[in-house]
């Protein structure tokens, strides 16, 4: 199972981890969309792989919610219950949405998860009608709307996910 952990003070980050959600299911992998609002760390426990996402805003990094929602998973990083666990993460289009994924990189290194990346190039995939990371976002997935950038990010997390378990 793969869990998309995302801060729900933003409707576009919403849709954003719905098209990843989306890209997921199309390989015939099973996702579970997860608020930080409502999150169940037993269920993350359990995951496979955990991507995590928060909107871009006028301060460099991760949301103060998203911040609150990492410190309390000091046991399992003590303990490193989430080692060799797959992770990512996304964020909308901003000036600080770089930051925002090396947050999430440098926070999934720290559990020992491994990271996987964008994984398209923008200027050798397009779908004919609008080009797949066009935000050049290389390290995660930076997207907007009317973007299909979230859905074959998802498929590549599940292509991962699968290779390997």
């Given at each position: 199972m ?9 409707n ?35 995951a ?13 990094g ?6 609150l ?19 990512s993460?996304?964020?909308?289009t ?25 994984g ?26 009317n ?19």
């Amino acid at each position: 199972m793969i869990v998309i952990l995302y801060d729900t003070n933003c409707n576009l980050l919403y849709t954003i981890a719905s098209n990843i959600k989306s890209g997921i299911e199309s390989e015939n992998k099973s996702c579970f969309l997860m608020s930080i609002g409502n999150i169940e760390y037993e269920t993350l426990d359990l995951a496979e792989c955990i991507i995590f996402g928060c909107k871009s805003g006028i301060t460099p990094g991760i949301t103060y919610n998203m911040s609150l929602c990492m410190e309390k998973t000091e046991d399992r990083y003590k303990n490193q219950k989430w080692k060799n666990k797959f992770a990512s993460g996304f964020t909308t289009t901003g000036i600080h949405s770089v930051k925002i994924i090396e947050d999430f990189c440098n926070f999934s290194a720290k559990h020992s998860m491994i990271w996987i990346p964008q994984g398209h190039l923008a200027e050798n995939e397009g779908t004919g009608m609008r080009g797949i990371n066009k935000n050049k976002s290389y390290l995660g997935c930076i997207s907007e709307e009317n973007d299909f950038t979230p859905f074959f990010f998802g498929k590549r997390i599940a292509q991962q996910c699968r290779s390997v378990c």
